[in-house]
T-cell receptor, first 111, second 113 residues
Framework: SQQGEEDPQALSIQEGENATMNCSYK?????LQWYRQNSGRGLVHLIL?????REKHSGRLRVTLDTSKKSSSLLITASRAADTASYFC???????????FGQGTTLQVKP | NAGVTQTPKFQVLKTGQSMTLQCAQD?????MYWYRQDPGMGLRLIYY???????DKGEVPNGYNVSRLNKREFSLRLESAAPSQTSVYFC????????????FGEGSRLTVL
């Protein structure tokens, strides 16, 4: 079964709006990562947040982590058409080095 | 700057045929991974290699074998392909397990008829 589950599965917004996607996981983690996948391409790492961090920023990205609720959110501010992609969270639930991905959120940003 | 290179990019097989997907990384990474991606299923881990000489099963290893040939190369073999193995396969690498980002190849699109 998937460790991480993203919500919503699909999101459509207008350029300039903010996009928020959520990830829930089942077991304790050392860190949580977010990746982006453009259509037909490989995944690209966006950001890693450690279990002792509550919030992290990278450019227009803001990631939060709530270990008590076993959830994380990815906020993309002032979205652009180029942000259209699928976004995945990933964790290593057993701290074994095996990174497990959620099913992803597909984001469409309309110009 | 190649990163992670997968070959072939596209392959069509008949049921029962065998093939090997090749993956090589030039970043001197210790850990390497094979995932498959199916519509609506996200990425599922097939096999994982924490370091040269070691391999471990992931979520969906049945029907696959792997070889960590050296630090650079990690191959995935389908001994007797089945239609259920039609998928996009991604190879990835990381400097160290569980400590950082994965770098992905561009994928190998396999169709089994």
């Amino acid at each position: 079964s998937q460790q991480g589950e993203e919500d919503p599965q699909a999101l459509s917004i207008q350029e300039g709006e903010n996009a928020t996607m959520n990830c829930s996981y089942k077991t304790s983690i050392n860190n949580l990562q977010w990746y982006r996948q453009n259509s037909g391409r490989g995944l690209v790492h966006l950001i890693l947040i450690r279990s002792n961090e509550r919030e992290k920023h990278s450019g227009r990205l803001r990631v939060t982590l709530d270990t008590s609720k076993k959830s994380s959110s990815l906020l993309i501010t002032a979205s652009r058409a180029a942000d259209t992609a699928s976004y995945f969270c990933a964790t290593d639930p057993g701290n074994t080095g095996k990174l497990i991905f959620g099913q992803g959120t597909t984001l469409q940003v309309k110009p | 700057n190649a990163g992670v290179t997968q070959t072939p990019k596209f392959q069509v097989l008949k049921t029962g045929q065998s093939m090997t997907l090749q993956c090589a990384q030039d970043m001197n990474h210790n850990s390497m991974y094979w995932y498959r991606q199916d519509p609506g299923m996200g990425l599922r881990l097939i096999y994982y290699s924490a370091s040269e000489g070691t391999t471990d099963k992931g979520e969906v290893p049945n029907g696959y074998n792997v070889s960590r040939l050296n630090k650079r190369e990690f191959s995935l073999r389908l001994e007797s392909a089945a239609p259920s193995q039609t998928s996009v396969y991604f190879c990835a690498s990381s400097a160290r397990a569980n400590t950082g980002e994965l770098f992905f190849g561009e994928g190998s699109r396999l169709t089994v008829l």
